[in-house]
């Protein structure tokens, strides 16, 4: 069992920046791949970004290359995703999962993801 938990959401403007942290505890840390995916309001989850379990590896959505960027401490069992240059179409309920190794590279959906934080919201408007 893995628990995370999520934290760094707000309201920002356009062209700001927003640091997300994901803090897990319980199964060993460096067994899972770590990802965030988003929820905007009326739309389905999607997937944003994944971290390999040595922090070697990461893989953005098309929608936030160039723009986020997301790593891990694995001494700290703590994964954060820099978010630059904000637009209001970041705005979302962001969430971290853990993905076993097991699962393949890069996991980018749902269902390859074991455990789930609540979320954290992130507002972006002028």
């Known amino acids: 069992q893995v628990y995370l938990v999520e934290s760094g959401g707000g309201l920002g403007k356009p062209g700001d920046s927003l640091t997300l942290s994901c803090a897990a505890s319980g199964d060993t840390f460096s067994n899972y791949n770590i990802g965030w995916f988003r929820r ?24 936030v290359k160039g723009r986020f960027t997301i790593s891990r401490d694995n001494a700290k069992n703590t994964v954060a995703l820099q978010m630059n240059s904000l637009k209001p179409e970041d705005t979302a309920n962001y969430y971290c999962a853990a993905s076993h190794l097991r699962k393949g590279w ?17 507002t972006v408007q002028s």
């Open 106 to 122: 890069p996991s980018t959906k749902t269902n390859e993801y074991d455990y789930w934080g609540q979320g954290t919201q992130v």
């Open 40 to 63: 905007a309001p009326g739309k389905e989850l999607e997937f944003v970004s994944i971290v390999r379990w040595s922090g070697g590896s990461t893989y953005y959505a098309d929608a």
